[in-house]
């Protein structure tokens, strides 16, 4: 495996970053999961976009152009010959000292990691997913950010670590108010009365990628799509429910907190909506030739 560091395609164990870069110490940094089909870099554009508007939400500056970035995402990929698979694109404030003070870290570290994903086994996305609400909750949107993707992921850790204890994969995070916000690493869809309904960015959520072309996909699918605050009883009481990310793509919940969800089976809307996202998967980004 060839990484991408600041510039250089290294081997694995010579893809080394500083103890005093401020990614590690503070989890100062933001980052962008990417997933490619094909020889097709899915929605980069998009995410490309979000990268650098965490990066600015931080005032990071990233230490490339657009165009160079995605460049170097396409090299990584063909120095790694992958077609289908996962990029980790990551830009810390980089070196400085063990304070706070950004303005100690003078230049910025940006890596790139080329590889295989996959987050959930065959049958989940066949069967459906069984998730539970976990008493974490989502940060609010003027502590940090949700919109900002960056590295420090500790809330969503230990809202996965509280999944785990309970003998399942992923959870719903609640804001402060108790309102429904997303899993822990995916965007959170319902269908009620025959719509597609996910909650508002400004509840406190990620604005993802996935979770944008699945609300654009919506009319294909036949059906309406809109933003809703929603409680775990709309939840409860959804027809059907799935979750969206990039590396998850589009996964069925059958089951949450012990309750059967629908028909307690994979849906027909998120079947239709799953078919139109695979076919879209295969025509919306950046194409490349290993």
């Known amino acids: 495996m060839l990484i991408y560091l ?24 933001v980052f962008e999961g990417i997933r490619t089909y094909g020889g097709l870099i899915f929605k980069c554009k998009e995410h490309v976009d979000r ?39 990551v830009v810390t404030r980089g070196v400085g000292d063990l304070g706070l003070d950004p303005r100690n870290c003078p230049k910025p570290t940006v890596f790139i990691i080329a590889d295989k994903i996959h987050l959930y086994p065959k049958e989940v996305y066949a069967k459906g997913l069984k998730i539970v609400t976990v008493a974490t909750r989502r940060n609010i949107a003027e502590a940090i950010n949700p919109r900002i993707k960056s590295l420090n992921y500790l809330n969503n850790i230990l809202g996965k670590i509280e999944a785990t204890n309970a003998g399942v994969p992923e959870a719903v995070m609640l804001d402060q108010n108790g309102f429904v916000t997303e899993g822990t690493g995916d965007n959170i869809f319902i269908v009620k009365d025959k719509a597609l309904v996910t909650p508002p960015i400004s509840v406190g959520i990620l604005n993802g990628i996935t979770r944008a072309a699945v609300l654009g996909l919506a009319p294909k699918a036949g059906f309406k799509a809109r933003e809703e605050m929603l409680t775990r009883f709309d939840l409860y009481t959804a027809e059907e429910m799935f979750l969206t990310g990039t590396a998850a793509e589009i996964v069925p919940v059958v089951m949450m907190d012990n309750r059967v969800l629908g028909t307690g089976s994979v849906g027909a809307k998120t079947l239709k909506l799953t078919q139109e996202f695979r076919k879209l998967t295969k025509k919306d980004g950046v194409r490349y030739v290993v």
């Open 51 to 89: 990268l650098y508007k965490s990066a600015h939400a931080i005032t990071l500056k990233i230490p490339l152009t657009k165009q160079a970035l995605q460049q170097a995402m396409v090299t990584t990929l063909k120095a790694n010959e992958i077609t289908d698979g996962y990029l980790r694109v």
């Open 6 to 29: 600041n510039g250089k395609l290294v081997k694995r164990q010579d893809a080394r970053v500083s103890v005093f870069d401020h990614g590690l110490l503070y989890g100062d940094g």
